[in-house]
């Protein structure tokens, strides 16, 4: 079946410093790719659409310059945490969507963020 | 904009024992999708069933099933002779059935405790 590797699953850094977090579609090509944010015990919160070759789509109060997403191959999307803060903190998934006319998603096994 | 309500934020059953979980969501497109998505404390997101909204027929997948009435837009999961390993989040979620790429809308999902 479709895999999506995620990496890190776990991450420290300090604030001010950047974050990134890469989705690879292993064995599929994921012509779009969903970044969602789950703080603890509370659903999954949608930040941006990206599609490959194109600028990614952020929803209403997700901050464009503060979460960089990069699509630039059918098989790697990445999501830059740039300048963190302690409130950045919370767990990211990524979700593929492929080609050949799946309406499957397949999901990454999580980021878990934390700032200091 | 749809949205998606599972009104039981918790619940627990017996080993063996059957279960129910609710899901309601509005709409109004005529062709999506509906999925029960499991969240174990891996935090993996693993689909457990899905829907289509032209079928009439209810889906199934072993253990688990669903209870789909589109007019009163109700997705109910059930799950027979429960085991310890089902104990997870578990998040309803609906896509619209549109060409293109569109987000899963996910519900804020039920925490289910098999008890043995």
């Known amino acids: 079946g479709a895999v999506v590797s995620q990496h890190p699953s776990r991450v420290i850094c300090k604030s001010g410093t950047s974050v990134k977090i890469e989705c690879r579609s292993l064995?599929?090509?994921?012509?779009?790719m969903f970044w969602y944010r789950q703080f603890p015990k509370q659903s999954l919160m949608l930040m941006a659409t990206?599609?490959?070759?194109?600028?990614?789509?952020?929803e209403q109060g997700v901050e464009k310059d503060k979460f960089l997403i990069n699509h630039a191959s059918l098989t790697l999307s990445t999501l830059t945490v740039t300048s963190a803060h302690p409130e950045d903190s919370s767990f990211y998934i990524c979700s593929a969507k492929g080609t050949g006319g799946s309406y499957g998603y397949t999901f990454g096994s999580g980021t878990r963020l934390t700032v200091v | 904009a749809q949205t998606v309500t599972q009104s039981q934020p918790e619940m627990s059953v017996q080993e063996a024992e059957t279960v129910t979980l609710s899901c309601t969501y509005d709409?109004?497109?005529?062709?999506?999708?509906l999925f029960w998505y499991k969240q174990p404390p891996s935090r993996q997101m693993i689909l457990v069933i899905r829907q289509e909204a032209y079928k009439q027929q209810n889906a199934t997948e072993n253990r688990f099933s669903v209870n789909f009435q589109k007019a009163a837009k109700s997705f109910s999961l059930k799950i027979s002779d429960s085991q310890l390993g089902d104990t997870a989040m578990y998040f309803c979620?609906?896509?619209?059935?549109?060409?293109?790429?569109?987000?899963?809308?996910f519900g804020k999902g039920t925490r289910l405790s098999v008890i043995a």
């Open positions: 064995d599929f090509q994921a012509t779009t």
């Open positions: 979620a609906f896509m619209k059935r549109i060409s293109g790429n569109t987000p899963l809308v």
């Open positions: 709409t109004s497109e005529s062709n999506y999708y």
């Open positions: 990206s599609n490959e070759g194109s600028k990614a789509t952020y």
